[in-house]
């Protein structure tokens, strides 16, 4: 018997269902009755919650986001003193997310979704950017003003190469690799901020 609107936390149970879901077929492979199937209450209950699939993805997205939000802030504050070792822990925290949550991944990142349309959602990404932002205005301020770029622009740099990290090494899009994401990750990351000049060569 379906469980409809008397279901206890029906909300949640369908997040829970399209993460299932995400992992078996992708943020763009089911449709909302199925969500509603695997969730086992009918379609018309759903619609109490969600407008429709995209509604309940941005959910996903945005919990997600809560998440990521969280890790990036803890990495922060577990690298301190060293301004340098927390910017590097933030993007280790990037692959450990899409490591252990890859379906909220998804749903933030291959999804479609534009969190403009869902402020929700966008208000918690745009928490996820401040905690990056804040990790690399530590470590620009070690460069003279003259040779100092803006710490989002840093920010956004690493988060291009973390991302890229995750898209074609860890969710093996790019093939098999002799190194693993983690050392891609760093080298990168190092390479880059041996071009600002914030290590030395040797580093």
């Known amino acids: 018997m379906k469980r409809g609107y008397h279901h206890g936390n029906l909300r949640q149970a369908l997040v829970e269902a399209a993460l299932a879901l995400i992992a078996e077929k ?20 759903v619609y109490r919650h969600f407008a429709g699939r995209d509604d309940l993805l941005a959910e996903v997205a945005r919990q997600g986001f809560d998440i990521f939000a969280a890790l ?8 301190r003193p060293s301004a340098l070792a927390a910017f590097e822990a933030t993007g280790r925290a990037y ?12 749903a933030m990142f291959e999804s479609g ?22 990790a690399a205005e530590g470590l620009v301020r070690a460069l003279p003003d003259g040779k100092r770029p803006p710490a989002s622009m840093v920010s956004a740099h690493v988060w291009a190469v973390s991302h890229g990290v995750v898209e074609l090494f860890l969710r093996g899009n790019g093939g098999p690799q002799p190194w693993p994401p983690e050392d891609l990750l760093e080298t ?4 880059y901020l041996r071009g600002l000049g914030l290590l030395s060569p040797d580093r």
Request: charged share 20%; proline share 8%.
């Open 113 to 134: 979704l534009q969190p403009g349309q869902h402020p929700d959602l966008a208000q918690i990404a745009a928490k996820a950017r401040a905690a990056m932002d804040r």
């Open 72 to 79: 990036l802030e803890y990495a922060y504050d577990e690298g």
């Open 95 to 106: 692959l450990a997310f899409a490591r252990k949550y890859p379906g909220h991944y998804q």
């Open 26 to 45: 992708g943020p763009q492979g089911f449709t909302l009755s199925e969500a509603a199937k695997a969730a086992d209450v009918t379609p018309a209950a």
């Open 188 to 191: 990168g990351i190092g390479i």
